[in-house]
């Protein structure tokens, strides 16, 4: 169904909304630095304003996507139409006392920064975090996919998941009624992560700040930082980083335009200045033809791809 801004506003009209941006060219907030215009940008404050929102673009049959810090989506040339839902006025986060085995929690809602979280947790000495320092994603993004570094992942602090359906309801998951696997878990797909409870340790301070003092270090050394990306654009396969195939296939520093596999981490794919989407797309197809010609290997994204072609 094709929609414009301005059913969207009228769908919208009435309600109170942090903010509302109109075919906002969404170069503007992804990581990427790239991609074209959504026919609208929502910020919400609080979960009143989700289900609002939701609720109206749902009656009204108008597309919609959830989306967090915008690190790992790629928006195509010619824009997303309907809704992005930008989650990110969702961001409060509370640490609780220590439970009867010593176990202590931290809630947190969909749309708080990755970095924010690592730091509350650090200050408060709680251990388990530390594998997510340096990842610029948001709490929603981070459990849906079930991101993970360094030997850890979402699903090993977990304790359960809030859901908002797409029809207003709320559900709690357990830990042990989500299904999570390597970059993905079995949450239902009509249903929004609106926050989370994370189960953490008591820890040393200066044993978990430096810790995460090693991940960054490590993280400047190997990653582009330098450069807007999406981070991580292939999957690893079992027992073979993405990013030393590539490297294998002498594909570093390969170049589109202004798109290029980094020639410090295969598994980048830099922005180098004006870059757009459709020459990433085209790179990101060459890589995955070289791959499976050469080795017949089928090397699947990561990042999440939205939005209509040019």
Same mark, same amino acid.
């Given at each position: 169904?094709?929609?414009?801004?301005?059913?969207?506003? /009228?769908?919208?009209?009435? +309600?109170?909304?942090?903010? $509302?941006?109109?075919?906002?060219?969404?170069?503007?907030h992804?990581?990427?630095?790239?991609?074209?215009?959504?026919?609208?940008?929502? *910020?919400?404050?609080?979960?009143?304003?989700?289900g609002?929102?939701?609720?109206?673009?749902? =009656?009204?049959?108008?597309?919609?996507?959830? $989306?967090?810090?915008?690190?790992?989506? @790629?928006?195509?040339d010619?824009?997303y139409r309907?809704?992005?839902?930008?989650?990110?006025? @969702? /961001?409060?986060?509370?640490?609780?006392?220590?439970?009867?085995?010593?176990?202590?929690?931290? /809630?947190?809602?969909?749309?708080?920064?990755? =970095?924010?979280?690592?730091g509350?947790?650090?200050?408060?000495?709680?251990?388990? @975090?530390?594998?997510?320092?340096?990842?610029?994603?948001? *709490?929603?993004?981070?459990?849906?996919?079930?991101?993970?570094?360094?030997?850890?992942?979402?699903?090993?602090?977990?304790?359960?998941?809030?859901?908002?359906?797409?029809?207003?309801?709320?559900? $709690?998951?357990?830990?042990?009624?989500?299904?999570?696997?390597? !970059?993905?878990?079995?949450?239902?797909?009509?249903?929004?992560?609106?926050?989370?409870?994370?189960? *953490?340790?008591?820890?040393?301070? =200066?044993?978990?700040?430096e810790?995460?003092?090693?991940?960054?270090?490590?993280?400047?050394?190997?990653?582009? +930082?330098?450069?807007?990306?999406?981070?991580?654009?292939?999957?690893?396969?079992?027992?073979?980083?993405?990013?030393? +195939?590539?490297?294998?296939?002498?594909?570093?520093?390969? !170049?589109?335009?202004?798109?290029?596999?980094?020639?410090?981490?295969?598994?980048?794919?830099?922005?180098?200045g004006?870059?757009?989407?459709?020459?990433?797309?085209?790179?990101?197809? +060459?890589?995955?033809?070289?791959?499976?010609?050469?080795?017949?290997?089928? @090397?699947?994204?990561?990042?999440?791809?939205?939005g209509?072609?040019?």
């Open positions: 169904m094709m929609t414009d801004h301005r059913e969207i506003a /009228d769908a919208l009209a009435g +309600l109170t909304i942090g903010k $509302v941006m109109y075919n906002e060219p969404m170069a503007l992804t990581s990427l630095k790239m991609g074209g215009h959504a026919d609208a940008l929502i *910020l919400i404050e609080n979960e009143e304003q989700l609002d929102v939701v609720g109206r673009l749902r =009656a009204r049959e108008i597309p919609f996507l959830p $989306v967090g810090n915008l690190s790992n989506v @790629l928006v195509q010619g824009g309907g809704a992005l839902i930008w989650m990110r006025g @969702l /961001d409060r986060m509370v640490v609780s006392s220590p439970d009867a085995d010593g176990r202590y929690f931290i /809630d947190v809602q969909a749309g708080a920064a990755l =970095a924010r979280l690592v509350m947790a650090a200050a408060s000495e709680l251990t388990g @975090l530390e594998f997510c320092t340096g990842i610029p994603g948001s *709490l929603g993004g981070a459990i849906w996919m079930n991101a993970g570094a360094y030997g850890k992942e979402m699903k090993d602090v977990v304790g359960s998941v809030l859901l908002f359906s797409n029809r207003g309801e709320k559900k $709690v998951l357990t830990r042990k009624e989500i299904a999570f696997t390597y !970059r993905n878990s079995n949450l239902p797909a009509d249903m929004i992560v609106s926050g989370a409870r994370l189960v *953490l340790q008591k820890g040393s301070g =200066a044993q978990i700040q810790r995460m003092a090693e991940i960054m270090k490590m993280r400047r050394e190997k990653h582009p +930082l330098e450069y807007p990306s999406a981070g991580s654009v292939f999957r690893n396969l079992p027992g073979l980083a993405a990013g030393k +195939l590539i490297e294998d296939l002498g594909l570093k520093g390969m !170049r589109l335009g202004d798109v290029q596999v980094s020639k410090k981490h295969g598994n980048f794919i830099i922005n180098k004006r870059g757009t989407a459709t020459d990433m797309l085209a790179l990101i197809a +060459l890589v995955q033809e070289k791959a499976w010609n050469e080795k017949g290997i089928r @090397l699947e994204t990561e990042i999440v791809i939205i209509e072609k040019a």
